[in-house]
């Protein structure tokens, strides 16, 4: 995994969440407590000088871990978030699991409708899994959510295409260009506090999380940032072998993510 520019990463993203900012009248992010999503809100902070201007949404199962529940009231009152919690209901669905995948759409579906946001900022990564990596900047989604993922249009640094003729909404990605250590560096960097389940407990630690049902620790002994980060740059493991779902298979995620999943 090769270490980027943290700086030219951080303005590029900053430009994009003022871009979206600017260009769409209601914008909401998504904020799921992991460490991408929270790194997420902490560039959002530095680029409007420390307040976030927009609302935040978790999409709760009700099974998260009670870490997690604990990081989000207390970073929430910390940085003064404008926190929307949309919940999911726990139904079977074409995932194989009943917590995630198509059942957290829904429950998006109903919030972007009740709210009237026409732009989401997520935190996904290219490098996270191949559907991911087709994604663009400024991504539409069609009124029924759906995301022609076949069909992308050329992107230039600077020249994104960002209009969208749709009753949809737009999904704005501002870490798009980043990896797995270049957040780390960043969280290191910029001391953004943390979910603590990312850090070794008894030589097992959670380098992707979801939520009770469809999560697992991997073995580490990483209790530091620093540790992470180098057990990072030797590991040949994806960053996503403890979450335990079907939708983690390529083509359930190409299906779930063009009917809108996130």
Known sequence: MIKQDIKGLEERSIYVIREAKTN?????????MGKDSTT???IAR???HGKIPFPVIHIDNGIDFPETYQFR???AKKWDLNLIVAKSKIKPEMS???CCGANKTVALKKVLKEYGFDALIVSIRRDE????AKERVFSPRNKNFKW???????ELWDDYSSNDDSDGHIRVHPLLDWNEIDIWE??????????PLYFSRDGLRYRSLGCLHCTTPVKSNAKTIDQIIKELESTKKEEREGRDQDKEKAYVMEKLRSLGYM
């Open 186 to 195: 960043y969280i290191k960097k910029n001391k953004v506090p943390m979910n």
């Open 46 to 48: 530095k680029a409007f």
């Open 40 to 42: 997420m809100l902490a």
């Open 24 to 32: 769409f009248k209601n914008v909401a992010a998504l904020w799921s």
């Open 96 to 98: 194989g699991f009943a």
């Open 148 to 154: 022609n993922y076949k069909n992308q249009v050329a």
């Open 73 to 75: 009231e207390e970073l």
């Open 129 to 132: 899994h191949g559907i991911r």
